[in-house]
T-cell receptor, first 115, second 110 residues
Framework: NAGVTQTPKFRILKIGQSMTLQCTQD?????MYWYRQDPGMGLKLIYY???????DKGEVPNGYNVSRSTTEDFPLRLELAAPSQTSVYFC??????????????FGNGTRLTVT | QKEVEQNSGPLSVPEGAIASLNCTYS??????FFWYRQYSGKSPELIMS????GDKEDGRFTAQLNKASQYVSLLIRDSQPSDSATYLC??????????FGGGTRVLVKP
């Protein structure tokens, strides 16, 4: 059982470049999330989705876009990368409402550096 | 005021002692509370969840919840060097959106 899979594991971008962070889960979870974690800090929610075709902003959505065309996949798009987006990005999923108090399952993270 | 607050630490405890971690939250409507452990360079992993006032024990870990005072704590008994990590408190209010605290770094010294 693969769980939540994120690719790539590492990436270096130049300022102004774009990229997509991939996330896929095989647990048939309805809810998926993107968090970023800056060094020595907690996780901040970027975007989340409660099901295919539905997405919503979290605490820090500026500079990012998401889509959810299938239950399994939740890619995060960075347009015009900036140094402030240097961070570790975690994708997570959960069953969501109706499955009481389901915890988040995290991917292994993508370490992104923008120079 | 931050929604979920934790002391950043580091909390240094000798091996075999009890580590006590605290977390306060601002949303009185919060329903579910989680403790995640995160080793350096790794993703968070769930170690405890608690939903009702009182204590919940799981092995060497005990979570305590007091909704009236809006705090949740985690006790680690018989601390081991392998417990050295950052512990993240997470709180769920309406919907299934989890808000995380900044984490408390724990250092267990042999």
């Amino acid at each position: 059982n693969a769980g939540v899979t994120q690719t790539p594991k590492f990436r270096i971008l130049k300022i102004g470049q774009s990229m997509t962070l991939q996330c896929t889960q095989d647990m048939n979870h309805n809810y998926m999330y993107w968090y970023r974690q800056d060094p020595g800090m907690g996780l901040k929610l970027i975007y989340y989705s409660v099901g295919a075709g539905i997405t919503d902003k979290g605490e820090v959505p500026n500079g990012y876009n998401v889509s959810r065309s299938t239950t399994e996949d939740f890619p995060l798009r960075l347009e015009l990368a900036a140094p402030s987006q240097t961070s570790v990005y975690f994708c997570a999923s959960s069953y969501g409402e109706g499955r009481s108090n389901s915890p988040l399952h995290f991917g292994n993270g993508t370490r992104l550096t923008v120079t | 005021q931050k929604e979920v607050e934790q002391n950043s630490g580091p909390l240094s405890v000798p091996e075999g002692a009890i580590a006590s971690l605290n977390c306060t939250y601002s949303d009185r409507g919060s329903q579910s509370f989680f403790w995640y452990r995160q080793y350096s360079g790794k993703s968070p992993e769930l170690i405890m969840s608690i939903y009702s006032n009182g204590d919940k024990e799981d092995g060497r870990f005990t979570a305590q919840l007091n909704k009236a005072s809006q705090y949740v704590s985690l006790l680690i008994r018989d601390s081991q060097p392998s417990d050295s990590a950052t512990y993240l408190c997470a709180v769920k209010a309406a919907g299934n959106k989890l808000t995380f605290g900044g984490g408390t770094r724990v250092l267990v010294k042999p």
